[in-house]
């Protein structure tokens, strides 16, 4: 699926083509433009070229690929995820919306700037049934998980199971989480006082730990899986307030001609310094790879990398935008930088220095 982004003075769009139709609104189009469903994002439709998108507007957003750029999920967030996800199917019944036309690719999942809601974007033209897009979901968030967190690595692979089974209902969520976070000590039955039962009933049985192990196994049996380890973490370089018209560095060792270096124009904040590889900035200070400590910066505002050799920059949503030589940056959509270009992060200038051993 294609998607692009949009700037619009302070609003920000995803872009997604829609198909054309003999009728120029369907019933879905028109209850999203006259109604403002829960946990889904605001959307327009406009005609560009003659040819017509729907626009989500996700300003003050981040897409779910970014959140987990910069932290692993939780249980937390798992949990949040779930219960967000099961309230918008409620929601669109009472619209008489299928849920198929969900949307659930990583790059249209957005949170909410406090980072305690989801919300989705509605596509009526869409085609994939909402339960294959699920599994292909759950299938990545292996790949983000915290694995430090046994309770959301127990909570993941127990919903894959029910996925694996069929489209799980709202009553047998509910009923996932009272088992893994109140758990009751389980009863123990002699092998022989067990009846027969059918394979169901043996299977509703069996507690959840059992269902896991059993699951993991077949899954082995046809294909040979890891589960991957949660890589280490980008070091986070944490700044303190700088006196007025001093500039010093974050950290001296990360220099010698091997860092990325930003520049204050003002020379009010010490040099943002980035290991050579790059990273985030932002002022969200550990979640991001180096820090500016200004209001008018996001708390994750972009990033700088470097990739086969050349060096990029890339706003991420950010709320004041983020301009290259005085061009503004479309969200998501990376330039090229060189030494000596001058970045405007959140109104204030700064001035590229790259690794002089590039």
């Known amino acids: 699926m294609e998607i692009t982004y949009r700037r619009e003075g302070n609003s920000i769009y995803a872009v997604l083509p829609a198909k054309e139709t003999e009728e120029k609104h369907p019933y879905a189009i028109q209850m999203l433009l006259r109604n403002q469903i829960p946990f889904v994002i605001p959307l327009s439709v406009r005609y560009i070229d003659n040819d017509p998108y729907l626009l989500y507007q996700i300003s003050n957003r981040q897409s779910l690929t970014e959140f987990c750029r910069v932290q692993k999920l939780t249980v937390d967030s798992l949990k949040r995820f779930v219960r967000n996800l099961w309230s918008l199917t409620e929601k669109m019944q009472d619209f008489f919306l299928n849920t198929e036309t969900i949307l659930l690719i990583p790059e249209l999942i957005f949170l909410t700037r406090d980072r305690e809601k989801f919300e989705f974007c509605i596509d009526p033209y869409q085609t994939k049934p909402f339960l294959e897009q699920l599994r292909e979901l759950l299938q990545n968030m292996l790949n983000w998980i915290d694995y430090n967190d046994q309770q959301a690595v127990t909570f993941l692979y127990e919903i894959q199971i029910m996925a694996d089974q069929g489209l799980p209902t709202k009553k047998e969520l509910e009923n996932l989480e009272g088992k893994i976070f109140t758990p009751k000590a389980e009863i123990v039955r002699p092998e022989q006082t067990i009846p027969k039962l059918k394979e169901q009933e043996i299977y ?3 507690s ?22 949660a890589p280490e973490s980008e070091p986070v370089l944490r700044q303190s307030e700088p006196e007025p018209e ?4 974050l950290n001296t060792e990360m220099r010698n001609g091997s860092a990325i270096e930003l520049w204050d124009a003002e020379q009010k904040l010490p040099v943002i310094v980035f290991p050579s590889s790059g990273g985030i900035f932002g002022k969200q200070s550990g979640s991001v ?12 505002h972009g990033k700088l990398y470097q990739e086969k050799g050349v060096y990029y920059v890339e706003d991420l949503n950010s709320m004041n935008g983020t301009r290259l030589n005085g061009a503004l940056l479309v969200p998501y959509s990376r330039a090229e930088v060189h030494s000596g270009d001058v970045l405007q992060i959140g109104g204030r200038q700064f001035r590229i220095m790259l690794p002089i051993d590039k």
């Open 204 to 206: 509703q049985r069996k």
């Open 208 to 229: 959840w730990k059992t269902r896991i192990k059993e699951w993991v196994q077949t899954k082995n049996k046809k294909k040979r899986i890891s589960i991957p380890k």
């Open 246 to 249: 001093e500039t010093v560095l």
């Open 289 to 300: 790879t180096a820090v500016i400590p200004v209001p008018t910066v996001s708390r994750i």
